[in-house]
């Protein structure tokens, strides 16, 4: 058991570069980066929403030279730590196949990982060169549908009492694409960002 103690919001995190046949597609930004990592410590707010050993996916805030800006701590026991706020979390991986699909990705705390109602196709070429086509909707699509989406996954902390499935309105401007290597592309994004939700169809008895 690691001797530090995490206080008020921070996870101790130690950044790996796991080895998989196979990766998760995430957007470029020039101040934002994500990572990989181990939860080697908690706070007890992290700890509603992460177990030590959880390998997870977080989002790292970059300056404008591409520095991250989280603090960090050279740890004797685990080397060079990542400091980061428990809702930096996106979700933990819940499966060491080394193909991952949507299933292996688990959101956590607030976030939610949803679906777009409507589909199209892209080709997204990664780092070694392979081509691989997403599902993925047209911006005409999604413009005129009005960010139609349904929930897949909901982290714990999501009190809006959704169900998988159901069909919510979204901040478009939030809803964060992630790709995974079995050609889907999924999005993600944290609660504030749900503003509505479509009741599903009350079914009604008659005599």
């Known amino acids: 058991m690691s001797k530090i103690k995490a206080f008020r919001d921070q996870v101790f995190i130690r950044p790996v570069d796991e080895k998989f046949d196979s990766c998760i597609l995430m957007p470029q930004r020039r101040n934002q980066s994500f990572q990989l990592g181990y939860v080697v410590k908690a706070s007890e707010k992290g700890a509603e929403?992460?177990?030590?050993?959880?390998l997870v996916l977080f989002q790292v805030m970059l300056n404008q030279a591409?520095?991250?800006?989280?603090?960090?701590?050279?740890?004797?026991e685990h080397g060079i730590l990542m400091i980061q706020h428990y809702k930096d979390l996106l979700g933990r991986l819940v499966s060491k196949k080394p193909v991952l699909t949507r299933n292996d990705f688990e959101p956590i705390g607030q976030w939610l990982l949803l679906e777009h109602t409507i589909k199209g196709k892209i080709d997204v070429t990664r780092d070694n060169g392979e081509v691989v086509t997403l599902e993925i909707p047209s911006t005409a699509q999604a413009y005129q549908n009005g960010g139609r989406f349904k929930v897949l996954r909901q982290g714990n902390q999501v009190g809006l009492g959704l169900t998988i499935g159901q069909e919510v309105i979204v901040n478009r401007t939030r809803a964060n694409?992630?790709?995974?290597?079995?050609?889907?592309?999924?999005?993600?994004?944290?609660?504030p960002n749900i503003l509505g939700a479509i009741e599903p169809d009350m079914i009604t008895e008659t005599a």
Not at 66 to 76: T, V
Not at 177 to 191: H, K, M, N, R, T
Request: without cysteine; aromatic residues 12%; charged residues 20%.
């Open 66 to 76: 591409g520095i991250p800006m989280s603090h960090a701590y050279p740890s004797e």
């Open 49 to 54: 929403v992460v177990n030590e050993g959880d």
């Open 177 to 191: 694409p992630i790709g995974f290597p079995d050609q889907s592309l999924l999005y993600y994004v944290d609660e």
